[in-house]
């Protein structure tokens, strides 16, 4: 079945370092995929999203590209705020809309 | 527009006891789902609906849990017996199916169940 693997954290950085989160995805057919982000005490949020093979989306500084022949979406920013500290979670969604999420990555950055 | 509503925020109930949680979604969603996130790990899908009818329910423990969701508009989620390993947040999400495959995932803050 679908499935959507990504690092393990926590990941702790210095303010205004460069983040990777590396996700890792498993499907059939073409999926959809996202980076959902969900900071302390609130709910899911949609960060950024592609739904073809190249397509890079990106969103407050952050950006993923979509590479199916490595079948990755790995999340990237160039300097990273003490604000950027949350739970990242990368999602595939298949044609029946079926969202499938990794288990989360915990990024802490300290000033 | 105003988002998906659920109910209670929080819940602590003992082992063995029964629980109901609630959520109302986006007014036009066809698509329903309700997910389970365990501290320290990714929402996992429990259930999908689609207006009245289940698409997924694969991985939703039948032998204890239960959902519903009558008229294609509100649905709950019952667990009877609850047990330990059912303490998580219950989440509940909406679409449209032409927007679901694009993002178009809408979530509401969740239900925090405790299981003592």
């Known amino acids: 079945g679908n499935s959507v693997t990504q690092m393990e954290g926590p990941v702790t950085l210095s303010e205004e370092a460069f983040l990777t989160i590396n996700c890792t995805y498993t499907?059939?057919?073409?999926?959809?995929l996202f980076w959902y982000v969900q900071y302390p005490g609130e709910g899911l949020q949609l960060l950024l999203k592609?739904?073809?093979?190249?397509d890079k989306g990106s969103n407050k500084g952050f950006e993923a590209t979509y590479r199916k022949e490595t079948t990755s979406f790995h999340l990237e920013k160039g300097s990273v705020q003490v604000s950027d500290s949350a739970v990242y979670f990368c999602a595939l969604s298949d044609q029946r809309g079926k969202l499938i999420f990794g288990q989360g990555t915990e990024l802490s950055v300290k000033p | 527009e105003a988002g998906v509503a659920q109910s209670p925020r929080y819940k602590i109930i003992e082992k063995r006891q029964s629980v109901a949680f609630w959520c109302n979604p986006i007014?036009?969603?066809?698509?329903l789902y309700w997910y389970q996130q365990i501290l320290g790990q990714g929402p996992k899908l429990l259930i999908q609906f689609q207006n009245n009818g289940v698409v997924d329910d694969s991985q939703l423990p039948k032998d204890r849990f239960s959902a519903e969701r009558l008229k294609g508009v509100d649905s709950t989620l019952k667990i009877q017996p609850a047990k330990l390993e059912d303490s998580a947040v219950y989440l509940c999400?909406?679409?449209?199916?032409?927007?679901?495959?694009?993002?178009?995932?809408?979530f509401g803050s969740g239900t925090r169940l405790t299981v003592v």
């Open positions: 007014s036009g969603h066809a698509t």
């Open positions: 592609a739904t073809k093979a190249d």
């Open positions: 499907a059939t057919g073409y999926p959809s």
């Open positions: 999400a909406s679409s449209s199916p032409i927007r679901a495959p694009l993002g178009g995932y809408t």
